[in-house]
Every structure is written in C-alpha cells, then in structure tokens.
C-alpha cells in the first residue's frame, strides 16, 4: 500500500433544489444509512486518514451527523453557495497541511466503492496532477461530458454550457477528483465562474491544470460507483442498486430467500447461515439475525438481535432495542421493542411487549399487553422463566411476575406476582339463567326469532340450486 497522505474533502454544502425535499440532501438515505455515511465510510476505507466536511450555512444537521460518524473530521462551512470549487477552497485550510492526494468526494455518490478512489489516488501517485472518474451512463442528462483528445482528457464540459457536439459525448463525469496536494491550491484558486450559472465549477480544475502544463487522466469506471443523486428518482435507482447487491451478498453467504426482490435489506444487516427470510421483510438499520432463525413474510425488523433457531411473522415488528434469544417464537400482529426476550419464550399472537424483559420458555397469550407508558415517562415489565401470561392481559408497568406464575386471561395487573403463584384481576362471571330468554319474550322477539332459525335450518337441508 502506498506511503502516501490523504486527504478527502467530503462536499456536503449543496441545497439539492432538485430533491425537492426540506431534508438537506446528504441526510437523505439508501440501505438504512445516510448518503453522507455511505460517502465518509468509502472515503476513510480509501485512506482517507484526513478527512474534512464541507457543508452548507444552514446545515447544522448535517454537521452534526459528520462529527458524530467520523470525529476525525474537521467541518468547514461553504458561507455561500458558490458552486463545487468554491466548496473545496472552503477547506482550503486543511489543503494547505500539504497531504500528498487531495481526494475531492461527492455527499451525493453514495455507491463509490473504496477501490474506486484507491485507482485515483494511484493516477496521482503516476504523475497526473489532477485524476477523474469517466463513465458512459444509460442517460447522460445533468452530466458534465469529457472532452477527450486521443487518450488525453481535455477538458470537462458541463451540460448547461456544452455545445450540441459536446452533448453528443457518452463519457461523462463522475464528479469526484483526485488533485496533487501540491497543486491544488494554485489550480484550484485559478477557476473562475464565467460560465451559464455562474459558478465556480471544480471541473474546470482539468483545462486549468493543462494550460499550467500537468497532466490530467481521466479513469473509466462503472456507471453504479458513480451514480450522482440530484433527484428523487435517481435516489430510487440508487436504492435498486444497492439492494440488488445486498441481496447477492446474502444469498452467496448461505440465506435463503423465497423471492429476494422483495426483501428489503440494510447495508449494515448481518443474517447467518440457513436464515430463511419469506417474502416482502424489510430490514431497518442494526439487525442481526443468527443461523437458522426464519423470518416470515410482511415483518419489518430494526435494532434487533434475533437468536438462532427464532421464528419471527408473518406480520411481526421489531424494534430498537428488541433482543431474542435462541428459538423464540414472535408470531402475526406482535410488536416489540426495548425488550429481551429469553430462550424458547413464545408471543405468537397481537402482543405488545415493550420496555421489557420474558424469561427463558415463558408463553405471552394472545393479546397480552406491557402497559408501559403512563403518560409521563416509561416503565419496565418483568416476565420470569416459565410464566405464563394468559390471553388479553394488561400487565401495567412497573410490573414483575415471578418465575412459573399464572396470569389469568383478561387480568390487568397492577401488582408484582410472585412466583408459582396464580393472578386473576378480573371481575368475578355471573350467570343468569334463563335471562336472554325472559328478555326476548319482554320485547315480543320471541316469535321471530323461531321463524329466523325455522328458516335457517331450511335452506341449509335445501341448498339453492345454481344457474
Ligand atoms: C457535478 C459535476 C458534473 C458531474 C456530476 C456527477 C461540477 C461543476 N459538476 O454536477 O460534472 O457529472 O457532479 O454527479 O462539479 N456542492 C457544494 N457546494 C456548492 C455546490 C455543490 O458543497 O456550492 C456539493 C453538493 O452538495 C454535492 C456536490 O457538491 O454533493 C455536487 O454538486 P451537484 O450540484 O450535485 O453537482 P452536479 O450538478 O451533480
Ligand atoms: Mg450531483
């Protein structure tokens, strides 16, 4: 690997008008992450020891995401919106530490693969001043062109000033540039904005550099590393992009999936071997999943652990903070969140479990509420090993129930039970007999009711017969 320094200026500042959208656009997400993040990790896994931020005035969000994903960073603030080479010279303090390779990365190519900017900096490191991505997009609409001559780049040319000649060029820029820490200051502080939207445009870095007499490469590379994120659509096809490629790396690491263009993945989910994920599952940020557990169709998981051997869904959902152990069951209509729930413990049916600990092999009946909220602030349930809590129970936190205890259907708990023991906090039944009756006959119902069954019980001995 080389010896030489790095730094990547991350470009965060612009509004991203065409997103349409109050979110800055670098905080937009594809695979659970922010497309800020996809762009820091690339840039620090390419050698990017140094790393600098540039965003816009009104960014705090953004800045804030930069210092908490790599506190390393150093954030500069682009005071005006003067276009790509006059956000780089906003770090120009960090260029002027002299590293060897000035990495320039967009915050809106999120799909930039490490190696990809590795095979720039070693453009640099052959004795080109100033090193591009080129690529031949399906549609090369919003592109700046690359203007070759023989195998030499020329010149970049941006769509809004590229003549119809120009236009017709298929090999288009990347956006990102790699310049020789020496040279950048000088290159860069000799672009002017006399162009048709009057703005310092970094890609006139390539013309500059020839006219001073260095060398500037242009790399081809594939469309997918460096598709640019202007719209809604393309953060769409992004998306697409990335899940295909999860979706390989699962099936390849020994998933199973019925129908994986229906399971929504993030980049960061961790599924072992034999996990079989049903189709339509969507995985948020920070799920792992172990070997052999089985996640059903229509669950939509985030923040959670899932033990080996679980069966989650149909129809589950799993918040932050949810922790199951080896062969849990969470069936149709559960929820949980903020809970752990221990070995062989079952909630299989229109459960709430949060805020909460089940022990090891307890039974949640179908309904069972954690009632943790109180208005004010959160409160925990405790379940113990071996308790079973029956059907459409509240359990109103703080709660504990002993391990082996018996709640009784329809109970809303309102005191700790100890172990073993049995609650029932329902009012008592009572039977009136003969009552339905005596009220029918009160209303004068009694007689149609008779006809009603009278009826009944004919047209089911004499089906209708049909066409
Ligand atoms: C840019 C390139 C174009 C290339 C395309 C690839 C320029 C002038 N054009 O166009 O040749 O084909 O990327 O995707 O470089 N930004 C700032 N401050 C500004 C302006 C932009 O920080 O004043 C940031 C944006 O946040 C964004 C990046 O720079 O991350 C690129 O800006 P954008 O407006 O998206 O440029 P494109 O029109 O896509
Ligand atoms: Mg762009």
């Known amino acids: 690997?080389?010896?030489?320094?790095?730094?990547?200026?991350?470009?965060?500042?612009?509004?991203?008008f065409r997103m349409r959208?109050?979110?800055?656009?670098?905080?937009?997400?594809?695979?659970?992450?922010?497309?800020?993040?996809?762009?820091?990790?690339s840039a620090?896994?390419?050698?990017?020891?140094?790393?600098?931020?540039?965003?816009?005035?009104?960014?705090?969000?953004?800045?804030?995401?930069?210092?908490?994903?790599?506190?390393?960073?150093?954030?500069?603030?682009?005071?005006e919106r003067l276009g790509t080479a006059h956000?780089?010279?906003?770090?120009?303090?960090?260029?002027?530490?002299?590293?060897?390779?000035?990495?320039?990365?967009?915050?809106?190519?999120?799909?930039?693969?490490?190696?990809?900017?590795?095979?720039?900096?070693?453009?640099?490191?052959?004795?080109?001043?100033?090193?591009?991505?080129?690529?031949?997009?399906?549609?090369?609409?919003?592109?700046?062109?690359?203007?070759?001559?023989?195998?030499?780049?020329?010149?970049?040319?941006?769509?809004?000033?590229?003549?119809?000649?120009?236009?017709?060029i298929a090999f288009c820029n990347g956006g990102l540039m790699a310049l020789a820490g020496d040279k950048a200051i000088p290159i860069l502080e000799r672009i002017g904005n006399a162009n048709a939207k009057g703005e310092y445009y970094l890609t006139d870095a390539v013309a500059i550099a020839r006219d001073m007499g260095l060398k500037a490469v242009a790399i081809e590379t594939g469309e997918d590393d460096v598709r640019g994120i202007n719209t809604k659509a393309q953060l769409a096809q992004a998306e697409a992009v990335l899940q295909t490629s999860l979706r390989a790396a699962a099936l390849e690491a020994g998933v199973t999936m019925i129908a994986p263009q229906t399971v929504y993945l993030a980049a960061d989910t961790k599924l072992g071997r034999d996990v079989?994920?049903?189709?339509?599952?969507?995985?948020?940020?920070?799920?792992?999943?172990?070997?052999?557990?089985?996640?059903?169709?229509?669950?939509?998981?985030?923040?959670?652990?899932?033990?080996?051997?679980?069966?989650?869904?149909?129809?589950?959902?799993?918040?932050?903070?949810?922790?199951?152990?080896?062969?849990?069951h969470i069936g149709n209509f559960v929820e949980v969140k903020a809970a752990q729930i221990e070995a062989g413990a079952k909630a299989n049916h229109l459960s709430y479990i949060g805020d909460a600990r089940v022990g090891e092999g307890a039974n949640i009946g179908a309904g069972t509420i954690t009632c943790n909220y109180d208005g004010i602030a959160k409160h925990r349930t405790d379940i113990g090993a071996g308790a079973f809590i029956g059907s459409n129970s509240s359990l109103v936190a703080p709660v504990k129930i002993g391990d082996g205890?018996?709640?009784?259907?329809?109970?809303?708990?309102?005191?700790?039970?100890?172990?073993?023991?049995?609650?029932?906090a329902r009012s008592k039944q009572t039977v009136k007999e003969g009552w339905a009756k005596r009220l029918r006959q009160l209303k004068g119902l009694s007689k149609n009711l008779s006809k009603t069954l009278t009826s009944k019980t004919l047209s089911k001995k004499k089906p209708k017969k049909r066409g």
């Open 21 to 41: 959208s109050s979110l800055p656009k670098a905080l937009h997400a594809i695979g659970g992450r922010t497309l800020l993040e996809h762009v820091l990790r």
């Open 276 to 328: 079989t994920i049903e189709p339509n599952v969507v995985f948020g940020p920070g799920v792992t999943v172990e070997d052999g557990a089985l996640i059903r169709s229509f669950s939509h998981l985030e923040g959670a652990h899932v033990g080996k051997g679980a069966r989650i869904g149909p129809f589950a959902r799993l918040r932050p903070g949810t922790e199951l152990g080896q062969d849990v």
């Open 87 to 168: 956000a780089v010279l906003a770090a120009k303090q960090a260029i002027a530490r002299g590293a060897d390779d000035i990495l320039v990365v967009f915050a809106d190519t999120p799909l930039l693969r490490p190696e990809t900017l590795a095979n720039l900096r070693a453009a640099l490191e052959r004795g080109a001043a100033v090193a591009v991505l080129g690529f031949k997009p399906a549609d090369p609409q919003g592109y700046g062109r690359l203007v070759m001559n023989g195998g030499e780049l020329v010149a970049i040319r941006e769509q809004n000033d590229a003549t119809l000649e120009e236009l017709a």
């Open 1 to 16: 690997m080389s010896q030489r320094t790095c730094l990547a200026i991350v470009l965060a500042a612009g509004e991203g």
């Open 405 to 424: 205890a018996y709640v009784g259907s329809g109970s809303v708990v309102t005191k700790d039970v100890p172990a073993n023991a049995l609650a029932v």
């Open 44 to 79: 620090v896994l390419a050698g990017g020891a140094e790393i600098a931020v540039v965003v816009g005035p009104d960014h705090d969000a953004v800045a804030a995401q930069a210092r908490k994903l790599a506190p390393q960073a150093q954030i500069f603030v682009q005071s």
